[in-house]
């Protein structure tokens, strides 16, 4: 089937690329002209494992096509996915107007009978919203309206395994109004279908509000383990051992049970914020969900608070930091405790080396979107540089390499020898054995 990507995000790059391997002639489009260039090029702009490389074979199959000119192609596909950003606004709630410019600018182009898919994070109701620009659009063509349908399929990507989640996805959710949709969407999936993933049919309220849930939900566990975590501190409880033992509850499953520094990225903060804020508007309160995300505000902003309560006052001192993403095997810094912890620790007057494998460059930009500025802030080029002169090591994300550091490495280059892994990702036992300061979370 020929489709339409607008939108060349994480997620847009990651559906439009694994679409044309799936057997599709997908074309993606962007706005911005330099980021198609690249792409044309073969320069990936994100660092996703397994995409690079995926990008290169089905561009050279010519099954996926790069472009900005969407008036030139979109009349030729059966469906276009709206893959653009939905950020939260000021009072939390999801800024839909990409998604609009986007409907707004296709509407009038595409196909009679091709659908228009939301792949966006939408509050639920955004489909409805969308039939009716996409109808005024071609009543102001002198079109039919009515001929082009509004169909809602949401994302279930992981960034770090993106491309292995939307291969093997647990369920694909298509919500509809029209079996003629229905049937386009199906069809997209068909591949899957036949390797029995489940196809749900649903409304199109549904689909959009499972895809709140879903993320709620597993954000709310989060915050669930995290609080677990802290009483386990407190009562020489161990949360590994937890952990373990609730997960291998078949009802509760052992995923999302790791506690960390609070969670972050562009999915968990804005959609559960974007979900209380829908919730406000139907007078509804979800006390739960409001919470969890008030406990995990609290956790981020407390991180440097735990550190200080072990170690004592740090001002003056030299710090280094393991981890500017949000999370390993990605690049995005959205919402990452990192940032908090280095506003505060900037604030508090310490010295700080950082390292991450992929993400300073992010990192950067968000500092100075943000206006942030630290003269106390140094990037280093690996771990060993990271840790020179250091009077301490904290670890916020559980890249695979860190878990490779060694007691030497802590020994030849810190000037205190002492760590706070927020992942539990080192063995403890091997530190402690070689004289070194560990703590861990949870335990
Ligand atoms: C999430 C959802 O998983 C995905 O389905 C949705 O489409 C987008 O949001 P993502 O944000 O990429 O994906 O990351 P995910 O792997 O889900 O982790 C989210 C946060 O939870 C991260 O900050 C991560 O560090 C944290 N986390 C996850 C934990 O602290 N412990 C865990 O056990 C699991």
Same mark, same amino acid.
């Given at each position: 089937?020929?489709?339409?990507?607008?939108?060349?995000? /994480?997620?847009?790059?990651?559906?439009?690329?694994?679409?044309?391997?799936?057997?599709?002639?997908?074309?993606?489009?962007?706005?911005?002209?330099?980021?198609?260039?690249?792409?044309? #090029?073969?320069?990936?702009?994100?660092?996703?494992?397994?995409?690079?490389?995926?990008?290169?074979?089905?561009?050279?199959?010519?099954?996926?096509?790069?472009?900005?000119?969407?008036?030139?192609? =979109?009349?030729?596909?059966?469906?276009?996915?709206?893959?653009?950003? %939905?950020?939260?606004?000021?009072?939390?709630?999801?800024?839909?107007? /990409?998604?609009?410019?986007?409907?707004?600018?296709?509407?009038?182009?595409?196909?009679?009978?091709?659908?228009?898919?939301?792949?966006?994070?939408?509050?639920?109701?955004?489909?409805?919203?969308?039939?009716?620009? =996409?109808?005024?659009?071609?009543?102001?063509?002198?079109?039919?309206?009515?001929?082009?349908?509004?169909?809602?399929?949401?994302?279930?990507?992981?960034?770090?395994?993106?491309?292995?989640?939307?291969?093997?996805?647990?369920?694909? =959710?298509?919500?509809?109004?029209?079996?003629?949709?229905? #049937?386009?969407?199906?069809?997209?999936?068909?591949?899957?279908?036949?390797?029995?993933?489940?196809?749900?049919?649903?409304?199109?309220?549904?689909?959009?509000?499972?895809?709140?849930?879903?993320?709620? &939900?597993?954000?709310?566990?989060?915050?669930?383990?995290?609080?677990?975590?802290?009483?386990?501190?407190?009562?020489?409880?161990?949360?590994? %051992?937890?952990?373990?033992?609730?997960?291998?509850?078949?009802?509760?499953?052992?995923?999302?049970?790791?506690?960390?520094?609070? /969670?972050?990225?562009?999915?968990?903060?804005?959609?559960?914020?974007?979900?209380?804020?829908?919730?406000?508007?139907?007078?509804?309160?979800?006390?739960?969900?409001?919470?969890?995300?008030?406990?995990?505000?609290?956790?981020?902003?407390?991180?440097?608070?735990?550190?200080?309560?072990?170690?004592?006052?740090?001002?003056?001192?030299?710090?280094?930091?393991?981890?500017?993403?949000?999370?390993?095997?990605?690049?995005?810094?959205?919402?990452?405790?990192?940032?908090?912890?280095?506003?505060?620790?900037?604030?508090?007057?310490?010295?700080?080396?950082?390292?991450?494998?992929?993400?300073?460059?992010?990192?950067?930009?968000?500092?100075?979107?943000?206006?942030?500025?630290?003269?106390?802030?140094? /990037?280093?080029?690996?771990?060993?540089?990271?840790?020179?002169?250091?009077?301490?090591?904290?670890?916020?994300?559980?890249?695979?390499?860190?878990?490779?550091?060694?007691?030497?490495?802590?020994?030849?280059?810190?000037?205190?020898?002492?760590?706070?892994?927020?992942?539990?990702?080192?063995?403890?036992?091997?530190?402690?054995?070689?004289?070194?300061? &560990?703590?861990?979370?949870?335990?």
């Amino acid at each position: 089937m020929k489709i339409a990507i607008i939108g060349t995000g /994480y997620v847009g790059l990651v559906t439009g690329t694994c679409l044309s391997e799936l057997g599709h002639h997908v074309i993606a489009f962007d706005h911005d002209q330099a980021k198609i260039a690249a792409l044309k #090029k073969g320069q990936v702009p994100i660092y996703e494992p397994g995409l690079n490389g995926m990008i290169h074979r089905m561009v050279e199959a010519k099954r996926l096509y790069f472009s900005t000119d969407i008036e030139a192609y =979109i009349h030729e596909v059966s469906a276009t996915i709206v893959a653009v950003g %939905t950020p939260s606004k000021c009072d939390g709630s999801a800024d839909l107007s /990409y998604v609009e410019v986007a409907i707004k600018r296709i509407a009038p182009l595409v196909r009679e009978g091709s659908i228009i898919i939301n792949k966006s994070t939408v509050p639920v109701g955004t489909a409805f919203k969308t039939s009716q620009w =996409i109808n005024d659009c071609l009543k102001a063509k002198g079109k039919k309206q009515g001929t082009v349908h509004a169909v809602s399929n949401p994302e279930f990507l992981r960034e770090g395994a993106a491309v292995e989640d939307f291969l093997n996805p647990d369920r694909v =959710i298509i919500g509809v109004s029209s079996d003629e949709a229905f #049937k386009i969407a199906r069809d997209i999936y068909a591949p899957f279908a036949a390797k029995g993933v489940p196809i749900i049919k649903t409304n199109t309220q549904t689909a959009e509000l499972i895809k709140y849930a879903a993320n709620a &939900y597993l954000a709310t566990r989060l915050s669930f383990i995290n609080e677990m975590s802290d009483l386990c501190e407190k009562t020489e409880a161990d949360i590994r %051992t937890l952990s373990t033992a609730i997960g291998l509850d078949k009802r509760i499953g052992p995923h999302f049970l790791r506690p960390g520094p609070g /969670y972050g990225g562009s999915c968990f903060p804005k959609d559960t914020r974007a979900l209380l804020d829908t919730a406000k508007q139907y007078k509804q309160d979800m006390s739960i969900v409001r919470s969890s995300v008030e406990s995990n505000d609290l956790r981020k902003a407390n991180l440097l608070e735990r550190v200080k309560q072990k170690w004592g006052a740090l001002s003056g001192l030299r710090i280094s930091l393991f981890g500017l993403t949000f999370k390993a095997d990605t690049d995005d810094v959205r919402e990452t405790p990192s940032f908090d912890m280095i506003k505060n620790l900037h604030h508090e007057n310490v010295e700080m080396s950082v390292f991450d494998p992929q993400g300073a460059d992010n990192f950067k930009i968000m500092l100075k979107n943000f206006k942030f500025e630290s003269p106390l802030l140094h /990037y280093s080029k690996d771990m060993s540089e990271c840790l020179k002169g250091s009077d301490g090591l904290i670890i916020l994300t559980e890249w695979a390499q860190f878990s490779t550091l060694l007691p030497e490495d802590v020994k030849t280059h810190m000037r205190h020898a002492r760590i706070f892994d927020f992942r539990n990702i080192l063995d403890e036992k091997i530190f402690l054995e070689a004289g070194i300061e &560990y703590q861990g979370i949870g335990y």
